[in-house]
């Protein structure tokens, strides 16, 4: 049944006008939005891991500045994007909560394993790179704090892309050792990538709703689509190849034709069974549990200094 | 590195790069140090704040990597027998542990966030000082990277001392963990005001730094309620190469690419 509150929420979306946190939205909007946020935020977050990972190894001084800039960025995205979700009247904490318990969702790329420095380049150039495919089109999302965060996570998304193809183009015009080490990543990173736009339209149930509520612009499988076509041509530049051996250009379709994903594997990631989900969970479990007496002693020192 | 000596002016221009190499490895060091809390904070915002220093520390190392490097690539070549050219790369990454010349407070483990933050607060307070008096070095290019670095370090040093007041005059159990930090660092603290045949400017210098900072550490302690330690032993042989066994164990990770692949761009 459809209210009159309803009717007029749909018609401010459906002439781009932004929804902020005081406007009256549907509690089903309201849910999605913050699901959809936090999910984000715990993306953020907790993809600090695999590249922090290597921060202390990084080959160059430069490369470590630039890495440990990135993963920085990283934080700063989690933290535009808690904010944001808190506008729509969750905490920081409780969000926390959802993520330390599993309840919580996060990007099941980040539950793959970094195993060299080539990995690093990947994750710039595949994982940052679809990220911003995803992320674009959320610059316009309606609801208005939302749209403003995004806005900034991209620009510096794009920085995070140029460095990871900067790190491959090295390794490509490097030694045989080098070359080898960027390939093995690419193969080991492309499958995960292309999943990150999640599963195929006709399973991707809560699209349409999302889309009608333009919290979402494009299908899964456009963005799939696209980012494909971008990294098809872009590997070339590399001087490495695709794992895909049916990765072919349609003249009809105009696009790549690409292989069948294997969905089992990632629902089974989703599902907490990839190589990493535990020693992820457990990281960040770890941290907000050791920080806990320092956060407690913060919230003592401030109350004592209010009083006095 | 040895450097063989061979006049009077290299003689100078040596105990200068091994000056400049002091002050970058320090900076490097507990750069590295502060860089693995990145994904490990006691709180997203503390996360990033130790991150951004980190990151000035990486970026002190780098200038004074580098100009070490521009002054040893003038030198004839017969009087280094390190590789040449020389780049900070070749200076952070190829460079074995008892090249080092870091002070030991810098290479040891992070610890818990009171003895993180307390040894940045033992750290910049030294480099506060000692910065400021390398603004009017005769070396402008030295003058120059410690007017820019003392910036940071003023940054630094005002986080640190917040940190150290905000456990101090936290709850019991901060104040506690505050005190074991204080008793771990302080054996290596006077080490810094060692004196050794490389330091420039003047060595009576390092007297007056080590009197401000001790007026600066009694008072971020009177404000924190924390108690000043006895005296203690210290332990001191940082800056001659003799580390801690914290240190090779850093290298070893920081150095494995570099080491594992020669001579490769990345
Ligand atoms: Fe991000
Ligand atoms: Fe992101
Ligand atoms: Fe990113």
Same mark, same amino acid.
């Given at each position: 049944? *459809? ?5 007029? =929420? *749909? ?16 509690? @089903?909007?309201?849910?999605?939005? %913050? ?21 202390? +190894? ?73 990220? %911003? ?39 490509? @015009? ?11 990543? %690419?193969? +080991?990173?492309?499958?995960?990538? %292309?999943?990150? =736009? ?107 200094? @209010?009083?006095? | ?60 190392? !780098? ?95 005002? #986080? ?5 007041? !905000? ?18 660092? #302080? ?80």
């Amino acid at each position: 049944m *459809q209210n009159q509150q309803d009717v007029l =929420f *749909q018609n401010k979306v459906d002439k781009e006008i932004r929804i902020e946190p005081k406007d009256w939205m549907p509690e @089903k909007y309201r849910q999605t939005l %913050i699901r959809q946020i936090s999910q984000h935020a715990h993306s953020e977050i907790i993809g600090m891991l695999p590249e922090g990972n290597w921060i202390t +190894r990084a080959p160059s001084l430069r490369r470590k500045a630039i890495l440990l800039a990135k993963v920085q960025d990283e934080a700063g995205h989690g933290l535009y994007l808690y904010s944001a979700a808190e506008t729509l009247g969750i905490s920081r904490d409780e969000m926390y909560h959802q993520l330390h318990t599993g309840k919580a969702k996060y990007s099941s790329i980040f539950n793959y394993p970094t195993l060299s420095w080539a990995d690093m380049g990947v994750i710039g150039w595949l994982v940052d790179g679809a990220a %911003i495919m995803n992320q674009v089109p959320l610059c316009r999302s309606s609801y208005g704090p939302y749209a403003r965060a995004m806005v900034r996570v991209c620009k510096e998304e794009s920085f995070h892309q140029r460095q990871g193809f900067d790190i491959l183009y090295t390794l490509g @015009k490097g030694s045989e050792a080098q070359r080898k080490m960027a390939q093995d990543a %690419i193969n +080991r990173w492309w499958w995960p990538s %292309i999943m990150m =736009f999640g599963p195929k339209d006709d399973e991707s149930p809560n699209s349409i709703q999302s889309m009608k509520w333009k919290i979402k612009r494009f299908s899964n499988d456009e963005l799939r689509q696209k980012f494909i076509d971008v990294c098809a041509e872009q590997v070339k530049v590399l001087g490495f190849t695709l794992p895909d051996k049916d990765l072919k250009w349609n003249e009809t379709r105009k696009h790549y034709d690409f292989g069948e994903i294997n969905w089992d594997e990632f629902w089974q990631v989703i599902q907490g069974n990839g190589p990493c989900n535990k020693e992820r969970l457990e990281a960040r479990k770890k941290a907000w549990t050791d920080g806990e007496w320092v956060r407690d002693a913060a919230t003592a020192y401030a109350a004592k200094n @209010k009083a006095a | 590195m040895r450097l063989n000596i061979c006049n009077g002016t290299q003689k100078f221009m040596l105990n200068k790069i091994e000056f400049l190499l002091h002050l970058a490895d320090n900076a490097l060091i507990i750069g590295h140090r502060s860089s693995e809390w990145c994904a490990h904070g006691p709180v997203l915002e503390q996360d990033i704040a130790i991150s951004n220093i980190a990151l000035d520390y990486i970026g002190q190392a !780098r200038n004074f990597y580098q100009y070490a490097a521009l002054r040893l690539n003038e030198l004839p070549p017969e009087s280094s027998v390190f590789n040449l050219p020389a780049t900070e790369d070749t200076l952070a990454y190829l460079r074995d542990a008892n090249d080092f010349k870091n002070h030991l407070i810098t290479e040891l483990p992070n610890g818990d966030w009171a003895f993180t933050t307390l040894r940045i607060f033992f750290f910049s307070s030294y480099q506060y000082f000692l910065y400021q008096q390398l603004i009017q070095h005769e070396d402008a290019q030295i003058a120059a990277i410690a007017e820019k670095s003392l910036k940071e370090v003023t940054y630094h040093l005002r #986080w640190s001392s917040d940190w150290v007041i !905000r456990l101090g005059d936290g709850t019991t159990e901060s104040y506690q963990r505050m005190n074991t930090a204080i008793n771990a660092l #302080w054996p290596y603290t006077q080490e810094l005001f060692q004196e050794n045949n490389f330091l420039q400017p003047a060595k009576n210098i390092l007297a007056q730094i080590q009197i401000d900072w001790n007026e600066k550490i009694k008072n971020v302690f009177e404000e924190a309620g924390l108690p000043l330690p006895e005296k203690s032993i210290q332990h001191k042989g940082g800056t001659q190469g003799f580390h801690t066994e914290h240190l090779p164990i850093i290298l070893t990770e920081m150095q494995l690419l570099q080491r594992a692949y020669p001579n490769c761009e990345w």
